[in-house]
């Protein structure tokens, strides 16, 4: 029911979010039309790094808890987390071409969003190499919290570092109120999206493992 | 590419990836719902048993 009604809610903010982004918020003058890419890249990359921080919650209470729900959490953001970092870095590069003229840069910002991309996958690949789940969940969880230094570099990268990537412009006040209103949206509409889908991730992770034991308990029998 | 042209794949390829893994779910909920019916049938056939 709770899931209904956020799937709802999720519906109605992302048609509201279109509108924001295409009907009500200007079109900037320096960059034209290309500049709305922004309002998928920030909640995008919002997301990447909400998911790390997940990540290490959950790693964190697992090592010290050891209840497997803690990992489903931790495994679950990484999974969507690797998802959203994906787009962070593919909307970033469709963003990169028109206005910086090349797809890529090696600048502090996407560099450390890049390894932050190679650290979800370490995770996957250091629970699939490993059989045993408890070891599997035990292995990733370090992952996670070792990964989790990447987190300030991608958010303070702009600032220690002279890069090309754009400032912080929400923070300066360099955005125009619609433009800021309609990024406050899409932030909130795809957040929205992010739990949904988070809360079905965890509880399919959940049902495999019930799933597993319990046909381990059959085959014992 | 004209600017509306990078707007668009951006748009499109970033929704592609949502529904992508959205489908991924599913169909691996698909999975889990079969992996059910087989535990339930492996339980009435040892109960048969019984």
Redesign the interface.
Same mark, same amino acid.
């Given at each position: 029911m709770k899931s209904k009604i956020l799937l709802w809610v999720s519906l109605l903010l992302m048609v509201f979010n279109f509108y924001m982004i295409f009907i009500y918020a200007p079109i900037e003058r320096e960059?034209? &039309?290309?500049q709305?890419?922004f309002y @998928? +890249?920030v909640p #995008?990359g919002w997301l990447a790094l909400l998911s790390f921080v997940i990540v290490l919650i959950g790693s964190i209470l697992y090592l010290v808890k050891r209840e497997s729900r803690w990992d489903a959490l931790a495994f679950s953001a990484a999974e969507?987390g690797i998802?959203f970092t994906? +787009?962070t870095l593919?909307?970033g590069s469709?963003?990169a071409?028109?206005v910086w003229g090349v797809w890529w840069v090696w600048e502090p910002r996407l560099t450390a969003t890049l390894v932050l991309w190679l650290i979800y996958l370490a995770y996957f690949l250091v629970r699939s190499f490993t059989a045993e789940e408890s070891r599997a969940a035990r292995f990733s969880a370090i992952v996670g919290i070792v990964g989790a230094i990447d987190v300030p570099i991608v958010i303070l990268a702009i600032v220690v570092w002279r890069t090309q990537h754009p400032p912080a412009l929400i923070f300066q006040g360099g955005l125009a109120p619609e433009m800021l209103q309609a990024l406050m949206v899409s932030i909130a509409a795809f957040t929205v =999206?992010y739990v949904l &889908?988070l809360i079905?991730?965890v509880s =399919?992770k959940n049902? #495999?493992t019930e799933?597993a034991r @319990?046909?381990g308990l =059959?085959r014992e029998? | 590419m004209e600017s509306s042209g990078y707007l668009w794949t951006a748009f499109s390829l970033a929704w592609a990836l949502v529904f992508g893994y959205v489908l991924l779910l599913i169909n691996r909920q698909r999975g889990l719902r079969h992996d059910i019916e087989a535990l339930k049938a492996t339980l009435k056939e040892k109960e048969g048993r019984k």
């Open positions: 960059m034209g &039309i290309v709305k890419i @998928l +890249m #995008a969507t998802v994906t +787009m593919i909307v469709t963003w071409r028109p =999206l &889908i079905q991730r =399919l049902d #495999a799933i @319990l046909k =059959l029998d | -």
